[in-house]
C-alpha cells in the first residue's frame, strides 16, 4: 500500500510537470518555454528523490520491527528454566515459583519489571476476600507512567487459575499484559476462559498472603495511584498491605 502511495505521488508530481511544459500561449518565448521545460524537470527530479526517501524510511522501519521481534523470541528462548522470587511482604515473606513454559511472554515481562524495581514498595490497592489480591502500579508516578502501556501478547492459559497461582491483570480489551498481577486466594477456573493466563505460583508462604488486607475492597482509584503513587495510597488508604522488597532467588 505504501508503494502505491509513493507511486501515484510521482505520477501527480509528474502530471503537474507537464501541466508547467504546456502552457504554451502563442506568444511566449523560447526562452520562456526553456524555463518551463527545467522547472518541470525539477518537479520530477525531486519528487523522485521523495520516493526513494520514503522507501528507504519504510525499509528501516520494517527491519526494526523485525530486530525487535527477534530480541522478544531471543528473550524467552533464554528464560524457559522456572525461576524462584522472594516476596518480603508487611504481613511476611512469601516465595514464587515462576514457569516460563506455562506463559513465556508473562514469565519475561514479570522478570524484566521485576529487575527495573517496579514491585518494590508496591501496595496491594484491590484486595477482594474469597477471590484474588492485585498488585503491581508502582509507587512512584515516573515508573508507573512508563509501565502503564507497556503491553505484551495474550498467550494461551495452559494451566488453571488455582489458588496461589500468580496471573497477570488485563482488561476485556486484547494484549493488555503489563505489570499489573494478582495471586488467587481461591479457586478461580472461571478466569480461564476469560484470557487469564498464570505463569507462577506461590510455593511458600500462602498464609502471608491471607494475612493481606481486604477492607478497602476495590475502593482505591487506579488512574490516581498512576497519577500520584504511594503518597496517595498512604494518605487515604493507610491500612494497605505491600510488598517491601522483590528478588530474584535463582
Known amino acids: 500500500m505504501k508503494s502505491k502511495m509513493i507511486t501515484l505521488a510521482v505520477v501527480v508530481a509528474i502530471i503537474g510537470a507537464l501541466t508547467i511544459v504546456n502552457r504554451m500561449e502563442p506568444n511566449r518565448s523560447a526562452d520562456e518555454l526553456l524555463r518551463d521545460q527545467v522547472e518541470a524537470a525539477q518537479e520530477i527530479a525531486k519528487a523522485e528523490e521523495a520516493a526513494e526517501k520514503a522507501k528507504a524510511t519504510d525499509a528501516k522501519k520494517e527491519e526494526q520491527v523485525v530486530q525487535a521481534k527477534e530480541s522478544s523470541e531471543e528473550k524467552v528462548e533464554m528464560s524457559m528454566d522456572p525461576f524462584r522470587v522472594k516476596f518480603e511482604l508487611s504481613t511476611g515473606d512469601v516465595v514464587l515459583e515462576i514457569y516460563p513454559e506455562w506463559s513465556p511472554l508473562g514469565a519475561a ?49 495452559k494451566t488453571t487459575n488455582a489458588r496461589g497461582t500468580v496471573t497477570f491483570a488485563k482488561t476485556q480489551m486484547p494484549n493488555t499484559r503489563s505489570s499489573q498481577l494478582f495471586i488467587n486466594t481461591v479457586n478461580n477456573a472461571r478466569l480461564d476462559g476469560m484470557g487469564f493466563a498464570p505463569f507462577g505460583k506461590v510455593i511458600e508462604g500462602m498464609e502471608n498472603v491471607d494475612k493481606i488486607y481486604t477492607g478497602y475492597g476495590q475502593t482505591p482509584d487506579q488512574g490516581r495511584i498512576e497519577r500520584i503513587g504511594n503518597a496517595y495510597l498512604k494518605e487515604n488508604f493507610p491500612k494497605l498491605d505491600y510488598i517491601k522488597k522483590a528478588t530474584i532467588l535463582d
Open 109 to 157: 515481562q514479570f522478570k524484566n519489571a521485576l529487575e527495573m524495581g517496579v514491585y518494590d514498595d508496591a501496595r496491594f490497592f484491590r484486595a477482594l476476600e474469597n477471590f484474588m489480591v492485585q498488585f503491581g502500579i508502582p509507587g512512584n508516578p515516573e515508573l508507573a507512567k512508563y509501565w502503564a502501556n507497556k503491553n505484551i501478547m495474550d498467550e494461551p492459559v
